[in-house]
């Protein structure tokens, strides 16, 4: 058993392993989150008595974005390298949320990242229904901006189209406006192409797969608000929205832009910050509606080791403008909140939680689960019900990995709540001498439990390994002989 307590520097994710076994079976694997009816034992974001609590989802859904269609909302979050990508999220409540899909099971282009691509493959996304198709639009920030799209947020989805390649184009947002034209606003990442802080509109063909023009600035964030990005905009009361993050993930805030003019000048307000609060940098997401009229803001707070983590902020119209959160010291910017009135959709809807426990007694592995690269078909077998097991398999790597850091078949799920116990039942059949398998709590500072056979039979010992990423140095215990 593991229970996380240290302070990593980088996410870190809950995974299953095979360090050289030919046949290693895993069996009810659990995180101790969807144990009874489905519902997470360490976080509950709904209270049960008409209140939830922040965070919604105590997961890395990093820049969630959000929207209604009828009484159904979906929200989409960055992968990044992680397969299968682009997880759909579905709730009727805004507060209680599941997965129902992910977009890809295999990043494109496949020959980069049958790799692993730390810090590459998907930014932040947008989701939109329009024309009675959904559509995402996604940056890759070393090769352009996607689309795809589909008749059900669950899928299929359709390929992705690249619609403009351009290294350090992100945080792309569509807009299909009232006269029948259709735009594309984004944001720009300097460690890419060296240029930041500025917002860029572009017009789009209007079935969104391709870029009519090389865009136009249309806000310059470099004074007052740096490091201005990820975009969502739409249409109000003849005025054009658009609700950015600024001031970086760590200490940011969340800024309101309008114009009568899609091209502006645009006016600017701050209408989310920390203040008094203990949620550091709020900011980037999605502004939502529901079925009676109330208006939301679903958000991330940079959380560390824990990822970028959900909130969900009640919002305000004050003279135009979206007052998120509770203006706690009167200075007419929002504070996130800690606990809060549930959404009002006109209806009570059941408890529900993001997954994470798995039996392994279905064909098809939990949607719970991604890799660190596009998965080969020789990595693993679901059994399903009859033997209610996952197989994995040892597969050698070409070249020399020094560490976890680059190795793509790991089996990953996300942190769950602050503080929770993994628990893994494992067959171990090993072949020869120092084959090993185990449990690991990965990111550029990793950890792992393992099971290794030694000429003098089983052993157990715990690792630990500093800076993965720049090659540093791996300590292990003493081991532990295994009494059979």
């Not at 282009?109 to 691509?117: D, G, K």
């Not at 009135?341 to 408890?351: A, E, L, R």
């Amino acid at each position: 058993m593991l229970k996380r307590k240290l302070k990593y520097s980088s996410v870190l994710y809950l995974i299953v392993f095979c360090v050289k076994p030919v046949n290693a079976q895993v069996h009810k694997t659990s995180s101790e989150t969807v144990v009874k009816n489905n519902i997470s034992e360490v976080w509950v974001a709904d209270n049960g008595n008409g209140t939830y609590k922040n965070p919604i989802i105590h997961a890395d859904y990093s820049d969630p974005d959000v929207i209604r269609v009828g009484s159904d909302f979906y929200l989409t979050a960055s992968s990044f390298n992680s397969v299968p990508g682009l997880p759909i999220l579905h709730s009727k409540d805004l507060v209680n949320w599941q997965i129902i899909g992910h977009v890809f099971d295999k990043q494109s282009p496949e020959e980069r990242y049958n790799t692993v691509q730390h810090g590459g493959g998907v930014w932040a996304p947008s989701i939109r229904f329009h024309n009675h198709e959904f559509y995402i639009f996604y940056p890759d920030p070393d090769i352009g901006i996607y689309m795809v799209k589909a008749k059900r947020p669950a899928g299929p989805w359709s390929v992705p189209l690249l619609i403009k390649k351009a290294k350090g184009w992100i945080d792309p947002c569509p807009f299909w406006d009232t006269d029948g034209k259709a735009y594309l606003v984004n944001g720009m990442a300097a460690s890419r192409s060296g240029i930041k802080s500025t917002l860029v509109l572009s017009r789009m063909k209007n079935d969104g797969t391709r870029l009519l023009d090389d865009g136009a600035m249309i806000f310059d964030g470099h004074d007052k608000n740096p490091t201005v990005e990820g975009p969502k905009i739409d249409k109000l009361n003849g005025y054009y929205y658009i609700l950015a993050p600024a001031g970086g993930v760590g200490g940011g805030w969340e800024l309101a832009l309008r114009s009568k003019n899609i091209y502006g000048p645009y006016e600017e307000k701050v209408v989310l910050e920390q203040g008094k609060t203990v949620i550091n940098g709020p900011h980037q997401g999605g502004l939502v509606d529901t079925q009676t009229g109330e208006w939301w803001f679903l958000h991330f707070q940079d959380k560390d080791a824990y990822g970028r983590i959900d909130h969900l902020e009640p919002v305000k119209w004050v003279k135009g403008w979206p007052l998120m959160g509770v203006d706690l010291d009167g200075n007419g910017i929002g504070e996130p909140v800690e606990t809060y009135k549930k959404p009002n959709v006109g209806k009570t809807y059941p408890i529900q939680t993001v997954q994470g426990s798995d039996e392994f007694n279905d064909a098809n592995l939990g949607l719970q689960w991604q890799w660190e690269a596009n998965p080969q078909n020789n990595w693993i077998f679901p059994a399903g019900a009859a033997y209610g097991n996952l197989r994995l398999y040892n597969v050698p790597h070409e070249g020399e990995l020094k560490n976890f850091w680059q190795v793509p078949n790991l089996l990953t799920q996300k942190f769950p709540a602050p503080s929770f116990s993994a628990t893994t039942k494992l067959t171990f059949t090993p072949r020869g001498n120092d084959e090993e398998t185990g449990l690991i709590i990965t990111g550029i500072d990793y950890a792992y439990i393992s099971i290794k056979k030694t000429p003098d039979g089983m052993v157990v010992s715990q690792s630990k390994y500093i800076n993965a990423e720049g090659g540093g140095t791996e300590t292990k215990s003493n081991e532990i002989q295994v009494q059979s």
